[in-house]
């Protein structure tokens, strides 16, 4: 069973940077697709960035793109979601997701890491 634990989120102002970490475990990590979600108090969780399993493929969502940046050390376990730039927009709970190779819907999620950026 795989497993996902974020960390990194904290109280920014406006203009900062934080990079988020998600540690995976429990399968094979160079054959799961990445993503980082984000959910706004109210709001729907929406999809912020992603890549595929060979690392590649690397999506961002408009809002977003430009400012952050999400990569991997694939011998850590770990993918990262740099942040730069922050605007008060950006609060949310950020939430690291995975999929098997080219399986259609997000299988695995975290428990989500709270970004607070203020003005």
């Keep these: 069973q795989v497993q996902l634990v974020e960390s990194g989120g904290e ?68 993918v990262f979601l740099q942040m730069n730039s922050l605007e008060p927009e950006d609060t949310a709970t950020y939430y690291c997701a995975a999929r098997f190779m080219r399986s259609d819907s997000w299988q695995y999620w975290g428990q989500g890491t709270q970004v607070t950026v203020s003005s």
């Design 11 to 78: 109280s920014v102002q406006a203009g900062g940077s934080l990079r988020l970490s998600c540690t995976f475990s429990g399968r094979s990590f160079a054959s799961y697709s990445m993503g980082w979600f984000r959910q706004a108090p109210g709001k729907e969780r929406d999809f912020v960035a992603s890549f595929n399993w060979t690392g590649r493929s690397t999506r961002y969502s408009d809002s977003v793109k430009g400012r952050f940046t999400m990569s991997r050390v694939i011998a850590a376990n770990k």
